[in-house]
């Protein structure tokens, strides 16, 4: 059984490849009613586009949003409405150069999927990663730019940023600052520095790792107490982005030298006088924000010479051309903050059906 | 929509609470014809059992597995094998003391979900955790020797042990000595000094968190690319241990400071030069050994004095009695290995009906 | 992937053989706060018992249901209420005759499922149907008796009736003359007829099919306009009930003869002046009676002797003994009412979570 | 929770209306390197395309199936083969008159689904049945097409004929001539009085009803004994068409008027000496032919004046204009044959999932 649906409720079903005609996704079980303004879908977009400067790849993508079905203006309105049927939409590929993967027929990229892929599949599209190329994100994005129109209605927000790149680490989280550069980061001085490292690392043809965190608004009651806790659901949300090796709520993986009285966040009749839980407590929310942090792999495209081997198993050299990235940093924050709002969506809907009045 | 299902084709369903009449699990889609040995599936059992030392809950309960239906021994052998048909399983509770709860029914207790569960459900058993309890992994320890008897026909292997605990680290990684000691530790020096540590937390009336890593032989083409990653279902398996606050696979939270040149693996005619991807890349396994590692946190339940509130949001102090664990290491070793196991036995069978002759 | 779960969002997975431990049934997504009353439960499965009168089975079994988990009696209240965790229902066997099978396990009887279940599974407990047995639709039963409470706090009812049993047909439906004798027959003089047609076929170690009704109110919107629609789900529902040959909704296949003059039902300010739609269009509810009608086989299971094969594929000579019924009937009829229950039941839970606020 | 998406291993997901940007689907789990020939998708589409005689709608649509993603042509080959990732396909509206259907803005058609689906929604795309528009099925039978080559390679073939258009039944069932007549009618002479019966009727401006056959030709073991029944996911399959009001397998409705000893199939060294079972016996096939019938409803759009209500609940009058069929035969046998496939092919893989080697 393939899994490119993620929720349960609220289903997106992706599709796509980096070199064929494009990628795109079937959201089902959106509620009707919602506005959907192209300009707030595109906006969107935009975040996640590449080519915005030195740490991003060259390839050039307007990443325009076509959306195929389940929407209606009614008489008398300017916008869209969504019909409550499948929302089905379309981002086409206009900048793809396939010519430029001949070279890699036959030969396993280190670091990428080519490998394990033809393990499973027994046949392999050799132009990028396939499905498993940075590319299909753009759909997760522009179904999670729908999942926030949704979250907006119930005033649940979702804000991602960069905490750590290369080793240099945020000194402080000032959320205000975080579009003022180009790699989401709470911290200007910090961003300098990430700006410092990029530039160092590039003429090196390496490339860099990082942590992105994410903090999240939402009322208690989501989620579920057993197998689907909201933390599990939102690990396998963020451990699905490609370049994610490490998924940690709250106090995370500063738990294992804490003892349980440092860790529990004492209750208030204002409230929790500490979040080490991160907003969640026995996988559902407890109405505190929900923060979580991931662990981001430098790309492994990278142009320095490395040890590989052919589809015949022989020792050979690779260097990784092409158009990449330094880091998935910043391209995967607008992804890690559409996954969190993919799965908060599910979970909201999900609690409506098990609420229903007994 | 709940969540009380793992897996999509070998499903697993649990129910019960902490002081019902017991835990138990249904598993729907396990293959006919695999040999079900009791004792196998006891022995399993007994390795999470309470009782066995200063670590673990005074509480008894023998865990007995009754096997309630799909199994059947063929005329001329001795044991059970499964049938194709769902595996019912129950364990029932013998040592329940919910009396000692009752002075819990009008008090949130801080790091239990006690206070979100109720926002969710509006009632609430107040004797344990209800489903957050620990008890209800009983239920997937069960579940998880049943997949383990198929993974060992596919040569499937899976082991866990603790790498920190209350700040001990392990030197090294002898996997031969984890059975010696009581907290599945493969470095007895730092078990001897995880052993003390226990001590001097529990005169303390404090507990402790740790690291537990997992690893496990698999062959490569288990996975998916996209949503379901192996490592994003197994993140999803892992994080919904009450106890783990984060989930990393191979070089895990470090990557953040690698280079993408120190981060690849180098590939080479006789495999893998290097385990950074943890056995996995681009969602599918690689042949190598997958390792994970998870954050548990320090249990809850302490018996120092802490702040909360009542169902009428008035500060009270609270201290936490009954019989509990210092930390929910060892006895979230097997149940790390089940989740694991559960994962792969779905990934397995879900890669034997992808892969039908075309 | 196996397929012993019905429903998305109120799910009940069943277990169990007719020869092994018992059967049981757990039920995932059961909003909490619903009371159980056990007395309640109890009368839906008496409905459903053998051993009532001359059309029905020998066998002996007092089908009383134990409720293992997900209720809990709140302070100061007198009847269960589920607490929206997962129901966990059994009904031990306690009348199984195993041995009066030994004879059927080199023989495949005529009209069951013994040859394609081994074709199937290459493994079979011979000792009655297995999965495929009668015996499961207790769990269906008991697990309708739950779906039941819900619907009726949504003023949700389901009727189930015999209208044709052995060739003889009803000639009114006077519902309130259904539960006044063994048939449910709405037709007290038909009801006297399929007496003596039972009595008749007895004597010829024969045995009887017949059409059962099915009749719901049900609030409109109800349903799906695709893939599952209300009238699928039903179809789906009703067709998974072992002795059920056909399914229909409203005019059903007489449609086949009417012109669409005909067939379509006029809307008035009072409502539709004709029922043909059986109360659903294009997949949901319409706010009229959904009607729905089931063609029910003669049980398999007769004294006359028919020929079939071996295990070796040998032709044999057969006469099924043991305690078997005339027909399906009326024992069937609760069965329907569960299998309709548990269909409004989803379908009414999955509505509400569409229809969160956009 | 919505339900788009049809099957459980081989997955469709459809989208889009009637009056939008065309339809489509996304099939997820289709094994990979499938040949996928697209002038063999094509004519199955071409089967089911209006404007093909006097029994169908006027509306000419050339149906060209897109494919977007999930294809890969391998170096050598001249035809595309599935990758295993998904399909993306679409069907673009071309031919869509959006503007005759303004008078229906506020009015419901009776035998439409026009209100229940605003019960539902609360939002209507007044233009043709949105979702549950006979167009929504094109992109049931492109992937029913992807489907059948899937099937092809494992011997399963799938084959619907019209047995009954109008009160005109066939007297024999020739496959022969089956595509010698536009009524895919086994039978000739009832073909020509089909015919007549149509035109008769057209000019009435009423419309006709029918019965449909399908055969399937299926290996033994596919199915399951409980809940997913083979019969009951066909009847799912089959009663998720608008227009089917009734499904029944083998014997069907006449089982109800047959005795145990009639209905049975004797087993013989050879085979059954019957089918009454319809090829499936407790859930699972058997080896034999699987023989479906589906009661076909009189298309609801006629031009004869109708009763009907208005969004303010007042009496109006209707007759609906616009180009509609006489019939939804023969239109509706390519979609009879693409659900059967689609359920075929995921039984298919299902059944390979189950039987991994224990």
Not at 94 to 108: C, N, P, Q, T, V
Not at 307 to 313: A, I, K, M, T
């Amino acid at each position: 059984m393939a899994g490119n649906t993620f929720g349960k409720v609220f289903r997106v079903t992706t599709w796509g490849e980096s070199h064929g005609t494009g990628v795109g996704a079937v959201i089902d079980g959106c509620p009707p009613g919602i506005i959907l303004d192209p300009l707030l879908l595109q906006a969107e977009m935009d975040r996640r586009r590449p080519g915005q400067g030195g740490a991003s790849s060259p390839r050039k993508e307007p990443d325009e949003i076509e959306l195929l079905s389940g929407i209606f203006t009614p008489l008398g309105e300017d916008l869209p409405r969504t019909t409550g049927t499948p929302l089905s939409l379309a981002i086409y590929n206009k900048d793809a150069h396939s010519k430029s993967y001949d070279s890699l027929r036959e030969i396993f990229r280190p670091g990428h999927g080519d490998i394990s892929y033809l393990a499973k599949y027994g046949i392999r599209d050799h132009r990028g990663g396939g499905r498993a190329s940075a590319r299909e994100t753009a759909a997760r994005v522009a179904a999670g730019a729908v999942a926030k129109q949704l979250l907006l209605a119930h005033d649940i927000k979702v804000c991602a940023y960069t905490v750590a790149l290369g080793g240099v680490k945020v000194q402080k989280r000032d959320l205000s600052v975080i579009n003022s550069n180009r790699f989401f980061c709470p911290d200007g001085d910090a961003a300098e520095q990430m700006e410092e490292r990029v530039l160092e690392v590039r003429k090196q043809g390496d490339t860099l790792g990082g942590i992105v965190e994410i903090v999240a608004d939402c009322p208690a009651g989501l989620g579920e107490p057993v197998f689907d806790k909201l933390e599990a659901d939102l690990a396998h949300a963020l451990m699905s982005i490609g370049a994610v090796k490490g998924v940690e709520v709250g106090a995370g993986f500063r738990v294992a030298e804490m003892l349980g009285s440092e860790n529990n966040d004492p209750i208030t009749p204002e409230g929790f006088s500490g979040n080490n839980a991160g907003g969640i407590l026995a996988g559902i929310s407890n109405g505190d924000t929900i923060v979580l942090r991931v662990a981001v792999k430098p790309i492994p495209s990278i142009s320095k010479e490395q040890q590989s081997v052919n589809l015949e198993n022989e020792a050979v050299t690779i260097k990784v051309g092409g158009r990449h990235d330094i880091s998935a940093i910043p391209r995967v924050i607008p992804v890690c903050e559409a996954m969190v709002r993919l799965t908060l969506a599910d979970h909201l809907l999900r609690h409506t059906a098990i609420s229903a009045k007994g």
